[in-house]
């Protein structure tokens, strides 16, 4: 089945399938394991949280049913999931998979952990308890905005990459900063080019890659998309899933489960910092900054078929492009 679907090669082949939020991957992979020997792995930093299901638009039990995925629901909002636990857990799934007889089908759009799994981690510095102490009394004296424009100064890569409210990583890269001298974006530079990786010996990921990006054609289209997904959620009761979260976690707004999209802006209209009508228009906001930030991954990383996400007949077009 392999050499059908892929031609000779003497490593097992995977799909990737990536794209911003509100892009169609769910639906394509699923319809694609109608069609193919595959079996899907989420790669989503939000999905992994159980009981968080509306926020996150986590696949409903009858898709699950039809296509079922790994590293959905397995810790809870009170834990933290890296992308070196991503990595590891991904690597022994993807090599049960194959062992199976079928082809792993990477979808998701946390394009840090494609980064992680096709290239590997870098060597980035421990945490230093002090830099850590210090930079935790500027961000509560001066607020996190002033820390990210001060990112700016150094490394303004990873600071255009970052939301200016996201906390966790502006501390870590301006901590990276001051224990090495050096920007975090320079540290993690120099992937590979399509031809190094051919050519390459030791191979970091021990599979064929068939890369695919979901790419809208027009920017105002998936704002569109945006907009009645996240009204959608709201409508199905996104707030009310969050108060049910507090009841049963002790859960705080500092928490990686907190802070993604949605349950961050839910999470202060229920402390009354919000109204309605801000709840909605910054969970926009902030879906648009993730996409934008997605996309600017998606441009930077190798190999990649790029297809329109907004296209009629996307899931043809994807199946078309893996059966070359």
């Known amino acids: ?93 993807m090599q049960k998979i194959t062992q199976r007889g079928k082809i792993p089908l990477l979808v998701g759009g946390t394009m840090l952990y494609f980064k992680a799994l096709r290239e590997g981690l870098s060597e980035l510095p421990q945490a230093d308890p002090e830099v850590r102490a210090a930079l935790d009394a500027e961000i509560s004296q001066h607020g996190i905005q002033k820390l990210h424009r001060q990112l700016a100064l150094v490394d303004a890569e990873t600071a255009s990459r970052l939301a200016p409210n996201d906390t966790q990583r502006i501390q870590r890269a301006m901590e990276i900063y001051r224990i090495t001298g050096l920007p975090m974006s320079a540290l993690l530079k120099n992937p590979l080019s399509c031809e190094q990786a051919r050519d390459r010996k030791e191979v970091s990921l021990p599979y064929s890659i068939t890369a695919v990006a979901l790419i809208p054609s027009n920017r105002a289209e998936l704002h569109s998309r945006i907009a009645t997904r996240f009204k959608a959620m709201l409508a199905l009761g996104l707030s009310d899933e969050l108060r049910a979260l507090r009841e049963k976690y002790l859960l705080q707004p500092n928490m990686t489960s907190m802070r993604c999209v949605g349950y961050r802006q839910a999470w202060q209209f229920i402390e009354g910092e919000i109204n309605a009508a801000q709840l909605l228009e910054t969970g926009l906001a902030a879906t648009r900054q993730l996409a934008k930030r997605q996309l600017t991954w998606l441009r930077s990383m190798p190999c990649n078929i790029e297809l329109d996400c907004l296209s009629t007949d996307l899931v043809q077009k994807v199946f078309d492009k893996l059966n070359l």
């Not at 090669?9 to 319809?31: C, D, H, Q, R, Y």
């Not at 939000?46 to 898709?63: E, S, Y």
């Open 1 to 93: 089945m392999y050499t059908e679907l892929f031609g000779m090669n003497t490593l097992p082949p995977a799909i990737f399938l990536m794209g911003p939020t509100a892009s169609g991957k769910t639906n394509v992979a699923v319809e694609l394991a109608q069609r193919l020997p595959v079996e899907l792995i989420s790669v989503d930093s939000a999905l992994v949280f159980r009981d968080m299901n509306i926020g996150t638009a986590k696949p409903d039990a009858a898709t699950l049913a039809r296509a079922p995925h790994h590293l959905i629901d397995i810790i809870d909002p009170t834990e933290a999931y890296s992308a070196a636990a991503f990595r590891r857990d991904t690597l022994r799934l």
